[in-house]
């Protein structure tokens, strides 16, 4: 009955059929500290070099600790070293000093609670934090836990976007078709998005 069940199973997350890379929606963890360092540099357009925070293994607001992996404790840390070490004590920190409109406006700009280039079936991304969160639920968001989701699919348009100088290209299926004796029918080239 795949036939007649197709919708059905592809739109159950239970399903094998289930496509997780376009359909399935993740805290997405770490890789979320791109978004956040992005803005953090929109805000602080100097900060590659003056940002500095000194990583003790765990930072504290509002009754919340935030712990880094395996209780590291970093110690000095400027912007590049937080990415390269994935700090979480100095993204949450980072997350503490943004202006939560801008940082939904970035979102946004990276198609957070917006239409995704995609032929396939998809769930858009959703950026929660409102200029209500807590310091709890700002310092989550900055490490990617909390109430952000985002696909697969979209976090690697982010990524593939950062690696190719900011420019998104439109993501396509195929190359290109051809017929029964190879001759090539439509030929898809790069496009920018």
Request: proline fraction near 4%; include cysteine.
């Amino acid at each position: 009955t795949v036939a007649e069940n197709w919708e059905a199973l592809n739109n159950d997350p239970d399903s094998s059929l289930f496509n997780r890379a376009t359909m399935g929606q993740y805290t997405p963890g770490s890789t979320f500290k791109i978004v956040t360092t992005l803005e953090y540099l929109r805000e602080h357009p100097d900060a590659d070099d003056a940002y500095t925070h000194y990583c003790e293994g765990s930072i504290e607001a509002d009754g919340t600790t935030i712990h880094c992996y395996g209780q590291t404790a970093h110690g000095q840390e400027d912007l590049a070293d937080s990415v390269a070490n994935s700090c979480n004590t100095s993204f949450s920190n980072i997350g503490l000093q943004l202006d939560k409109d801008k940082w939904k406006k970035t979102t946004e700009d990276l198609l957070f609670d917006k239409k995704l280039p995609c032929d396939l079936s998809y769930r858009e991304s959703s950026f929660r934090l409102t200029g209500d969160s807590d310091s709890a639920e700002t310092m989550m968001t900055a490490i990617g836990q909390g109430k952000t989701v985002v696909t697969p699919y979209h976090m690697a348009m982010i990524t593939a976007a950062i690696a190719n100088g900011g420019t998104l290209m439109k993501p396509y299926l195929v190359d290109q078709i051809t017929n029964y004796t190879g001759t090539t029918v439509k030929k898809y080239m790069p496009e920018k998005y």
